[in-house]
């Protein structure tokens, strides 16, 4: 009972996005299936203490293999969560407070070359003719063009580009829509495809702007494959997600002048200690081009 009324309160007051609300349904369930058995809640939540709440941090570390990361998304779940039982009246205190979370490692975020990407795109013999060509095609390139993330690619309706302003319009976290603007050559693109995909006379006709061969609404696997496909053409590394493209767009962004403010709004972060962490990448590269160009290096 008290499960759904927190879901209930993240749909419909604090407005998240349905992939979040799964995120948050999944990590309650895997703690109460941790406590009880049976995957159900405790009848009274005052009994949780915060010795459950480290037991199965240890189970999770332990038995699970899981990430300090992955932990510490968990924990923050059942802080939420215990929050708003303390709004609600339902118990005194939050017992996940006096939880301490591991530590994670602070790793640069992974791009690829950004001038090898370009050459990808612009290249005559890399994406296929035909709709399912130009469709990949578009996938990257709004990725890196405008480092939008995943859910905010697959959210996108063909009436959110403005072929007049040369703009889109993106639905972001907590429902916050922001304005980005794209290249000339994204913006024919984008037109050229809307054409494309309107003449292939599918069954359903939906607005929205990615869609499979079928014509249905695309999905995250169906991205990730396109992305991995491609970048495997010119990078190497493991690590070859839709994220990557947003971080090379952001890194070429600040390695080319931009300032941490206007990157910020481009990616639509809450604030701006989520981007700082693009400078990083900036200062490894003054420091490879320092070692190589200095004498006394």
Known sequence: MFLERFINYLQFEKRYSPHTVVAYRTDLEQFFAHLTGDGHPPENPADITHHDIRGWMVALMDEDKRS???????IATLRKYFKFLLQEQLITANPAAKVNTPKIAKNLPVVVEDAKLAIMLNSDIIFDNGFEGMRDKLV??????TGIRLAELLGLKETDFNPYEGTIKVLGKRNKERIIPVNRELALLLADYVALKKNQNFDNNLL?????????????KLI????????????????RSPHVLRHTFATALLNNGADLNSIKELLGHANLSATQVYTHNSVERLKSIYKLAHPKA
């Open 68 to 74: 300090p990361r992955s932990i510490n998304r968990k």
């Open 140 to 145: 990257i390139e709004l990725l890196f063009g």
């Open 208 to 220: 929205t702007l990615i869609v499979t061969n079928k014509g249905a609404n695309a999905y995250p």
């Open 224 to 239: 990730y494959l396109i992305v991995q496909k491609y970048l495997s053409y010119i990078s190497t590394q493991k690590k």
